[in-house]
């Protein structure tokens, strides 16, 4: 089965394919904040801390996927709607039983999601980090599965994604176990 996926538009001089987003670097209020969210709930590993200044962290002994700096923003407050800068970052799972693993650590530490969604080619949870940052974290569908046009065009969607159904994915929670909220109001209603 072909799973060539026909690009909308198409670019005069692509880039190359194997070009990847490396890291991502947030200013944030707080480090060591920042680090009991990224370390201690999600369980990034911390390969390089510059005092209250930066810290830098990975996940597999990479030298750093995600910088956390208070250079500019150290007792900041985030900037306020109707403003620009970056809507979230992404964090790819290798598989949907890592992500129901993030989820259950969201969910033992009492995080709540904004939502949860299934796009057809991967299935989200968003939330937002100490310093209402947007993360995402989410697991790709294989490429062979994902929706498209009978002409070869990506056809993604967004439907609400079944959280016990994911926390199944390990066999581990019932319905009776998630006491913590898995939603809360969205910051614009």
Known sequence: ??????PLSETAAPINTG??????????????RALE??????GFDLMQRIGPQAAFISAGGYHHHIGLNTWESRG?????????GLYHLAIL???RAMLADALRRLVDAKIPLDSASDHGVSEALYLRDPDD?????????PKQAWPHTADGKLAMFTRRLDLMNLLAENDKPTATQVDAPLFEPSRTS
């Open 1 to 6: 089965m072909d799973t060539t996926i026909t």
């Open 76 to 84: 900041g407050r985030p900037p306020p709607q109707g403003t620009t």
């Open 93 to 95: 799972y290798p598989t």
């Open 37 to 42: 969210f990224y370390c201690g709930v999600l």
């Open 133 to 141: 940052n947007g993360v995402e974290l989410y697991w790709d569908r």
């Open 19 to 32: 070009v990847r987003i490396g890291h991502v670097h947030l200013k944030v209020a707080d480090i060591d």
